[in-house]
């Protein structure tokens, strides 16, 4: 099975749904903004969204490649600021990261499955799925971004995942990301 994904290009405008539906307005972003996220897919074991931030692939790339800035980016609360592992991520690199789910803390390792400078990082979580950031140059300097977590291929059936409340947790998480992105970014420019 190939540890590829590239997730899909959003069909609706920003500030809906795959389906064309308005999505929720999130505080701190302006519905019908390109910052906001626009979900690209949540099913079949990938969840997707994809939003526009004011920042230069380098920039959101050198918060990515460093494992231990991820929690600056986290919308969903769970990764902690405690980490362990290289500054700079490349291919076959394990770091650990201190995370809280439900209130309770524990410690995970990843493995970086690829990386393409300024474009693309992948990790692969124990259990074997992916969290996966795609980070396309826009003309006007800014860039998409692309976060999905994949559970194709991984060590559960799938049904565990939607049973445990992956899909819903990771589709919240996702978004409150990117919105975090383009807020903090925003502030970069």
Known sequence: MSNEHTAPRPSASPGSAPDGSPSAPRPGVMPGSRSTPVRLVRDSGVVAYTAEVPASPSDLFAILANPHRHHELDGSGSVQAEVRGPERLA???????????????????????????????????????????????LPDGGTRVTESWIARGARLPLLAYRIMGAYARNDDGIRQSLERAARIMAGRV
């Open 91 to 137: 291919p076959g690199d394990r770091f650990s990261t201190h995370m809280r789910l439900y209130g309770v803390p524990y410690v995970i390792t990843n493995t970086v499955s690829a990386v393409e400078e300024d474009r693309l990082i992948e990790w692969v979580h124990p259990g074997g799925h992916r969290w996966r950031w795609e980070l396309e140059r």
